[in-house]
């Protein structure tokens, strides 16, 4: 009974919480989750692009006339871009080798699973149901969610990349509201994160998954069913500092809310962002919040 105490006082301090960040749109009353056609989860490692530029083809082409210029920065740009990508497929798979330790996990690891366990964290106020692929609910909102995991390369943390569509009730053809949504968790402060991750079959893995999953999908069906939409005035943006595992990144964004050591940010591309603030003060009451 002690224990079902706790874990129900967890879920309301995190639904708490995470609602605040959510900038506290009223979840819907009746609202679906429709599962991947995929039931494995996406998982790669987070990679750094920052120097992919450096060591690309300085190949210069020496045509006469305008037309033979044209044709030029055409056959440079083409050979640049295969370039880049090369060099973008290289960095992708070096930075993937971080989840060797972990692919036992990560292989079991299923959407069905992981999403029903992602709704039993939203907020208490709404009443969600799992929807198999092929189903179909006209009856309330719905929503479609693609998610991409990632794990820092210091393994300390995970970030969420979610692709998410939101149907309105009676209105399946057109999305009512679609946005990706980047959660990052806190840094993890165990010296064993191998050990820390894999322990008991990977639960405290499916254990975070799952709640960035949860954020992300509140954050967006709070926009959705809010009406709310990030500011699109450019003034309003500045450098936000964050934690992205255990190093501070910086991002252009509008600051949306923050609370329990996050903010909520939107960024130059449209995405809506929850990350950890850096030296954001330990709140019990937001242990849960990931």
Not at 230 to 237: L, M, Q
Request: overall charge neutral; charged content about 15%; some cysteine.
């Amino acid at each position: 009974m002690a224990v079902l105490k706790k874990t129900a006082l967890a879920v309301m301090a995190w639904s708490l919480c995470a609602g605040a960040l959510a900038q506290q749109q009223a979840l819907p009353a009746t609202w679906s989750l429709r599962l991947p056609p995929q039931q494995a989860v996406a998982f790669r490692g987070l990679a750094n692009f920052d120097k992919s530029g450096k060591g690309a083809s300085g190949t210069t082409y020496m045509m006469p006339g305008i037309a033979g210029l044209a044709a030029a920065v055409a056959a440079h740009s083409l050979v640049i871009n295969r370039d880049l990508e090369q060099q973008k497929s290289a960095i992708e798979l070096a930075a993937d080798k971080v989840l060797l330790p972990y692919r036992p996990v990560l292989d079991a690891m299923r959407h069905d699973t992981l999403m029903a366990q992602a709704l039993a964290r939203v907020a208490p106020d709404s009443a969600a149901l799992l929807l198999a692929f092929q189903d179909q609910d006209q009856q309330g909102w719905l929503v479609e969610s693609t998610p991409l995991f990632a794990m820092t390369q210091d393994q300390s943390a995970l970030v969420l990349d979610n692709a998410i569509a939101v149907y309105a009730p009676g209105a399946r053809q057109q999305a009512a509201y679609r946005n990706t949504v980047r959660v990052v968790s806190r840094a993890s402060t165990h010296a064993d994160l191998e050990t820390y991750w894999n322990a008991a079959q990977g639960r405290q893995l499916q254990d975070a998954s799952a709640a960035l999953l949860a954020l992300s999908l509140e954050i967006a069906l709070r926009q959705a069913h809010g009406g709310a939409a990030a500011p699109a005035d450019r003034a309003g943006f500045r450098t936000v500092r964050y934690h992205e595992g255990r190093k501070e990144v910086a991002e252009r964004a509008q600051v949306l809310s923050e609370q329990c050591g996050r903010a909520l940010i939107s960024n130059l591309r449209g995405w809506l962002m929850s990350v950890p603030l850096p030296q954001s003060g330990a709140d019990p009451a937001c242990a849960e919040v990931p």
